[in-house]
């Protein structure tokens, strides 16, 4: 059976959930392709990640600059460090499509940030576009829509 | 030391907390204070409710908050901005509950179907019947929603003053406006519109802390040094071509480390009634790249002297007192709307220059989410301070508040003046117009009824 296979595709998305809550973010950069983009909307059913704001829409170099910024010894608003937890419901596998090399998921995830004594819930739906290079899944784009985009928040410190 | 005034506070009283050097921790953390604020320094001044482009047509409304007053921004039938309160006169039933809609011709309360025009004015009641005789024609419920006591559309920023009488926009704002002209002018067609929702990032602090840190320059190169500094780092571990233009967030973000005698020679310009700005010769706006075009549109709208003029204003942060702060190189506005003694809405909004490149908007919309989302890496570590300070402020230990930098005995804050970007004599501005308009104004009527 050729590579990948759904529950290849599915395991994927698991092992990278968990990459986030181990707080293993240089191997969750490396998950990456070089041109992959992670959007996070602010507007529910958001089309245009350009010309209105976003929570999020970062590239590779913003990425690592959140990875590294984790990490400084600076970095006042994660003394004490935040810690993440995501429960993911199976992953549908929308696009199978191996002649383009090109894969789309769609999966329901409750994700919960706490730092101290605070701790909140985000409802998302994360799609992934994945492809394979070199025998092994990359993220090419990721999608994270909070159910309650539209909601004020505090900090959301973290990657859900 | 300064006796220690003791609560609870009175209009009489409160102003003991403002000192020319200091502030009390009250100011930011007393109830009592916070309510007079909301009753009186909230209605005598003018604050901002929303752009005009948010309710392009009839009936179109959006609703927000004044101070702590819930109010609908609406396009009345006539074509004209109503600030009206968002209440039913008969049981206080919240009309419009949603963020923005159309309601067409009239309001109509949900709970019992009294009517209203898009100027608050009464249209119906059922069964009316039921009210003859009673007196109801003579009340001010009888009438329909009550509107704000004066609302100006300057430039397409609505603003409204609560009180019924008070100091004019005109008088209030003076030559303050020039940050919003300018803002406005860098669209060739001198138009804004609003680009999509707000950012809306919840801080529990008292208001005020985030409006003195928009003129606080001696906190991003410490505060922001884990996100600005990395990505300095980061960036020059890249072996970039010099040649090459700077991806835009690093043009965006490297600013914030920039050093201190940067931030000292921007300058701070304050104007009466306690507004002001950073960036009186520079800022953090100054070296953004070209967008390819847009020189030529200014200048074939406004001639080449005049374009040169208006794109030659880089202003940092300038603060409307009481509560927004508008950047206008980039077109956003902020609104930090209080929601309590320790709780605060910030809201983040971006404006599109009509006729202008979409790169522009597109830099700018990286800029609010870059900075100012409850996502940002640079709001994160701001937000930190705002609540430590909350917390801190708890200590008895220490009860004053300093704002001494650059202080200088018998400061006139009643005439404008520019200083060391790094003074705190902004901050000194604010409080020194939250002790004015603690009080209610003589009226000083222009035409504010115009436009």
Not at chain 1, 13 to 22: N, T
Not at chain 1, 119 to 136: M, N, S, W
Not at chain 2, 103 to 123: E, N, Q
Request: overall charge negative.
């Amino acid at each position: 059976m050729s590579f990948p296979s759904r529950d290849d595709l599915i395991d994927f998305i698991y092992d990278e959930a968990r990459m986030l809550d181990e707080g293993r973010y240089d191997e969750w950069l490396d998950l990456w392709m070089p041109e992959g983009v992670y959007w996070m909307p602010l507007d529910y059913r958001q089309t245009d990640p350009d010309l209105v704001t976003s929570l999020l829409h970062e590239d590779q170099f913003m990425l690592r600059l959140r990875v590294e910024r984790l990490n400084g010894a600076r970095t006042f608003s994660q003394k004490p460090k935040s810690r993440c937890h995501h429960v993911i419901q199976r992953p549908f596998v929308d696009v199978m499509d191996s002649d383009a090399n090109r894969y789309v998921t769609n999966t329901n995830m409750h994700y919960v940030e706490t730092r101290l004594d605070d701790q909140f819930l985000l409802a998302i739906t994360a799609t992934h576009e994945l492809t394979v290079v070199e025998g092994k899944i990359r993220i090419a784009n990721k999608r994270v829509d909070l159910l309650n985009s539209d909601a004020a928040f505090g900090n959301i410190q973290l990657l859900p | 030391m300064p006796a220690t005034p003791t609560p609870a506070y009175t209009l009489d009283t409160v102003t003991d907390l403002i000192q020319p050097h200091q502030v009390h921790r009250d100011v930011y953390t007393d109830p009592e204070v916070y309510r007079l604020e909301m009753k009186h320094l909230f209605a005598n001044t003018w604050v901002f409710v929303g752009h005009d482009s948010q309710t392009p047509n009839k009936g179109d409304y959006y609703t927000t908050q004044v101070g702590d007053q819930p109010v609908i921004q609406v396009r009345h039938t006539n074509g004209e901005i109503c600030v009206l309160y968002n209440r039913c006169p008969h049981k206080g039933t919240k009309i419009a509950i949603d963020r923005e809609g159309n309601t067409g011709k009239f309001f109509r309360c949900p709970y019992h179907a009294w009517s209203f025009k898009t100027d608050g004015c009464l249209l119906a009641i059922p069964l009316k019947k039921g009210y003859e005789g009673t007196g109801l024609d003579q009340t001010e419920n009888g009438k329909g929603m009550k509107a704000v006591g004066a609302v100006r559309n300057y430039r397409g920023f609505i603003f409204a003053r609560l009180a019924d009488e008070g100091i004019s926009f005109e008088d209030f704002f003076g030559d303050s406006l020039s940050s919003l002209d300018n803002m406005v002018d860098r669209s060739p067609a001198g138009r804004l519109e609003v680009a999509g929702p707000p950012l809306r990032y919840m801080h529990n602090c008292n208001w005020k802390m985030l409006v003195e840190n928009q003129t606080d320059t001696c906190h991003p190169m410490v505060a922001h040094e884990s996100s600005a500094g990395t990505a300095v780092k980061i960036f020059e571990d890249m072996d970039w071509p010099e040649d090459k233009p700077k991806p835009m967030a690093m043009e965006i973000i490297a600013p914030f480390m920039s050093p201190y005698e940067f931030f000292e020679n921007m300058g701070i310009r304050t104007w009466p009634n306690g507004h002001g700005h950073t960036g009186v010769h520079h800022s953090i706006h100054s070296d953004y790249s070209a967008i390819p075009g847009y020189f030529e549109q200014m200048v074939e709208a406004y001639g080449e002297e005049k374009a040169k003029q208006i794109l030659g204003e880089n202003r940092h942060n300038t603060v409307y007192f009481p509560n927004i702060m508008i950047k206008g190189p980039i077109q956003q506005l902020r609104n930090f709307i209080p929601l309590g003694p320790d709780k605060t809405l910030v809201e983040s909004y971006i404006y599109r220059l009509v006729d202008a490149p979409d790169q522009l908007l597109a830099r700018t919309a990286m800029y609010n989410r870059l900075i100012n989302a409850p996502t940002s890496m640079v709001g994160h570590d701001d937000l930190e301070m705002y609540e430590r300070a909350q917390e801190g402020l708890a200590a008895d230990g220490m009860e004053w508040v300093n704002i001494q930098r650059l202080y200088e005995e018998g400061e006139d804050f009643d005439h404008e003046a520019v200083e060391n970007g790094t003074t705190e004599r902004q901050m000194r501005n604010q409080f020194h117009a939250w002790v004015k308009f603690m009080q209610p104004q003589p009226a000083t009527e222009q035409a504010e009824a115009a436009e």
